[in-house]
């Protein structure tokens, strides 16, 4: 644990704190320098351990238990294109913050850079990607092996999809990059999309109001960003929308996006279309 926060948890205990907070600057100290955005400690983990509702954007005050500091995890997720002080539009990264969001798990997100990745990145990761997250001394990459790893260390409350369900949806978001991509309306793009969306909101009206049923798990954690980019993106460079008729799964995007997780890990809708511009031009 870096020598600050230590400092700040003996200070804490010394003054009887049940909570103490760190100053932006603080962490950027702590934190090799990257912007962090949050520690979350809220929700299941609040409600378990009686601890505060707390977290909040970047450049927000932090704050957190000392008694559980050592458990905040280290997440490292993409900065905004044009701000490295804010939290990007990467889906990828937002899977993982919803999934320590949803779980309550504390956590500390450094925003990376990726026009001008840091030399301390590239050795958690070589492969230069996020998300990334510091488990047992070691950095490991991949949305879909650190939500797995998550709900391994972190069981309640379960995120498990079932099996029946696991993969549902998991064609959207390569069939949305492909439309939004395409500069030739005949080429069947938009057709593939549609019919992707088409059993998604089938699914849903049989077995909603989430993928799994009436709770939210991983998969709906994955897709959420997903649908999120595909709605801003094709409504900025298309001007397409979702057909209103896909009734169940218009419901579905609401209520996931209006979630409290989703709200405070989301990007700008501005972010997401500077993220895309290189794609569609
Ligand atoms: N399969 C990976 C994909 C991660 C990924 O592609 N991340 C992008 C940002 S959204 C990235 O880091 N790209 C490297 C770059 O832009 O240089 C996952 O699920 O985590």
Known sequence: MPVVFRALI??????GKSTF?????TRRRINNNAPTISIARHSAAARAGGGRVLGGR??????MDAAT?????EVLVKAAIEDPNRLGDC?????VL???EEKGIPY???LVDLNNKPAWFLEANPEGKVPVIKDDGKWVADSDVITALLEEKYPEPTLVTSPDNASIGSKIFPSFVKFLKSKDPSDGSEQALLSELKALDEHLQKNGPYVDGDRVSA???SLAPKLYHLEVALQHYKGWTVPSDFVALQAYTKALFNRESFLKTKSSADDVIRGWAKHVT
């Open 219 to 221: 998969v709906d954690l």
């Open 98 to 100: 919803l999934t320590l």
């Open 21 to 25: 907070r760190v100053s932006t600057s």
């Open 108 to 110: 500390d997100a450094k």
């Open 10 to 15: 003996i200070y804490a205990s010394a003054h």
């Open 58 to 63: 970047f450049g927000t005050i932090v704050s």
């Open 91 to 95: 889906p990828f990264s937002q899977r």
């Open 69 to 73: 500091a050592t458990d905040v995890v």
